[in-house]
């Protein structure tokens, strides 16, 4: 399996532009999670789809931030506008919900710098 | 509140010797799922040993051993016969069905 596919590596942009992140889970897995990890703040969750539908999104910052899953392979992540303090590793995960607890699978990371 | 503690920031450890990195949890949920991640200075987050909550044994995977202690709420990860290879950031999870958290981490390094 490719395991889970994140577009793109890296981004660099301007503050108040919009910026997309894309995901493309294991095929086969019902969960998919994006998380955000900087140095001050270690690795948080954003959102958490189960069969495509959002569970929890408490950990969305704000309005600037949302997520969608239109199918089973694929989801974005979307900041409009972006704002310096964005700046972060952006990790998408999915996995296999059977039960409560299945291990995750991370994808490489997007980092994202905003200027 | 749900939460997971990491007390060692940092650590270090002679290569081929066993080295236990700590965590401790806080949750009043019976049902939840205990994981550990390793995340070397490439940055990819590496999957390395599962506990469930209801499990009764420890759980293994090769090097790798958690000492899942339930009425200490500790679920600590051992390496043995540490590696070079194994200098990283670990991090401790806990999943349950609407929430995953994640620890602060600890980073290992191991000595030659």
């Known amino acids: 399996d490719a395991g889970v596919i994140q577009s793109p590596r890296h981004e660099v942009t301007e503050m108040g532009q919009e910026v997309t992140l894309r995901c493309k889970p294991i095929s086969g897995h019902n969960s998919l999670f994006w998380y955000r990890q900087t140095m001050m703040r270690g690795l948080e969750l954003l959102i958490y789809?189960?069969?495509?539908?959002?569970?929890?999104d408490s950990g969305m910052p704000e309005d600037r931030f949302s997520a969608k899953m239109p199918n089973a392979s694929f989801s974005t992540l979307k900041i409009q506008p972006s704002e310096p303090r964005d700046s972060a590793v952006y990790f998408c995960?999915?996995?296999?919900?059977?039960?409560?607890?299945?291990?995750?699978?991370f994808g490489p990371g997007t980092r994202l710098t905003v200027t | 509140a749900q939460k997971i503690t990491q007390t060692q920031p940092g650590m270090f450890v002679q290569e081929k010797e066993a080295v236990t990195l700590d965590c401790t949890y806080d949750t009043s949920d019976p049902s939840y799922g205990l994981f550990w991640y390793k995340q070397p200075s490439s940055g990819e987050m590496i999957f390395l040993i599962y506990q469930g909550s209801y499990d009764q044994q420890n759980a293994t995977e090769g090097r790798y051993s958690l000492n899942f202690q339930k009425a200490r709420k500790s679920a600590n990860l051992v390496i043995s016969a540490s590696q070079l290879g194994d200098s990283a950031m670990y991090f401790c999870?806990?999943?349950?069905?609407?929430?995953?958290?994640f620890g602060p981490g600890t980073s290992l390094s191991v000595i030659p």
């Open positions: 999870a806990m999943r349950f069905y609407d929430k995953v958290i």
């Open positions: 995960a999915s996995s296999l919900w059977v039960s409560a607890w299945g291990e995750q699978y």
């Open positions: 789809f189960n069969n495509n539908v959002p569970i929890d």
